[in-house]
């Protein structure tokens, strides 16, 4: 089998879809691996990196997606590279409940098979590929956060000014950021943790109470853990410094669990990081932004909506993604993708269109 790895052209993403070692491990188990010259180079990896393991450069995003018979990358392809449809397997996250009708349109006449990697769901209920990726997003929260709660945040308008001037862990006599997390999965307990490990006070809603408990144990009951209804999210968001979205719903949009009202009663200068904004979002004052623009000010308050937020540690992130993907680009090598699919029940899981037929997954 032929496998293609583009270089990502959305603005800012610098994460590729396959790492010299996941190379080097197809190359191995006997297939071709066609890299599009420069597309590892964000991420810190050379062209000639792949080309010592027996990968193969090839010096057109055209011969990266017209060569291979798979085409794996991070981020859904953009207008500009509708035109290298031409049936090929394409394995990236498509976030399409989201996406423009204009991809699902591609993807159909062009009679695509794609895989959208964040919609591959083991049977025990896990997300093999999304959860490494979540947990590369969580983990960078603190640090984003910490930025924007500055006197003097990056990226803010220059007569701006700046955040609440909190330190997250305060001072002996000082207290604390409150950090109020809405969603006890990967991203929310990664945030958790590390919000924790700084010295922050943090509050975790969810609606499931098993997700709680486990939260709870988790972090050693340093967190304080609410049931995620209306009352408490309202309550517990007009005292935050600092609100992280960390909502999923498998293939679907993000509900809006923070409405206008409540960013509106938020603290003047706190920081909302929307981190469902791939899924749509779960605040309703969020909208996407870029890393090169990743904020802005409504309702007197910092969002912060940045769909790849992975991508400003792209190594690491680039690393997860190629871990949690190369059992499937090896199963699919070995037995062609129509039989890993039959084979797999977490690939049938992602799929969402096969040979231009939109296909829709059954889910609990």
């Not at 990358?73 to 498509?94: C, I, N, W």
């Not at 490990?197 to 486990?214: C, F, I, K, N, S």
Request: net charge neutral; glycine share 10%; with cysteine.
């Amino acid at each position: 089998m032929d496998i293609g790895v583009p270089r990502e052209i959305r603005p800012a993403e610098q994460r590729v879809g396959l790492t010299p070692p996941g190379a080097d491990a197809l190359v191995r188990a006997g297939y071709r691996v066609f890299v599009e010259q420069g597309a590892g180079r964000g991420a810190g990896f050379h062209d000639r990196e792949y080309a010592q393991v027996g990968a193969t450069i090839v010096y057109s995003t055209e011969e990266a997606w017209r060569r291979p018979e798979v085409v794996v990358k991070v981020s859904r392809p953009t207008a500009d590279e509708y035109g290298y449809f031409h049936g090929q397997t394409m394995l990236a996250f498509l976030h399409h409940t989201v996406a423009s009708p204009d991809l699902l349109i591609a993807l159909r006449e062009h009679e695509m098979t794609a895989i959208a990697a964040e919609m591959i769901e083991s049977e025990d209920g896990t997300f093999p590929v999304l959860h490494p990726t979540s947990e590369v997003a969580g983990r960078m929260t603190p640090i984003i956060a910490g930025g924007l709660l500055t006197s003097r945040p990056t990226g803010l308008p220059a007569d701006h000014v700046g955040g609440r001037g909190s330190l997250l862990s305060g001072v002996p006599g000082v207290p604390p950021a409150n950090v109020v997390i809405i969603g006890a999965g990967v991203v929310g307990t990664n945030a958790a943790r590390m919000f924790l490990g700084l010295g922050a006070q943090v509050t975790v809603l969810d609606r499931d109470a098993g997700r709680l408990r486990v939260i709870d144990e988790a972090v050693q009951g340093r967190a304080v853990t609410m049931t995620a209804t209306p009352y408490n999210i309202e309550k517990a968001v007009a005292f935050a410094d600092v609100l992280i979205g960390a909502v999923y719903v498998a293939g679907q949009r993000a509900p809006i669990v923070v409405t206008r009202s409540m960013v509106r009663a938020m603290r003047p200068r706190a920081v909302i990081i929307d981190l469902s904004i791939d899924q749509g979002g779960c605040v309703e004052t969020s909208r996407p932004t870029t890393l090169d623009g990743p904020v802005y000010i409504e309702e007197g308050v910092i969002h912060y909506c940045v769909p790849n937020v992975p991508a400003r540690v792209a190594r690491t992130a680039s690393h997860a993604w190629a871990n949690a993907v190369l059992p499937y680009l090896l199963l699919m090598g070995e037995h062609g993708v129509d039989d890993a699919l039959r084979r797999s029940f977490a690939l049938r899981q992602g799929l969402v269109v096969r040979r231009g037929v939109a296909r829709e997954v059954s889910r609990p």
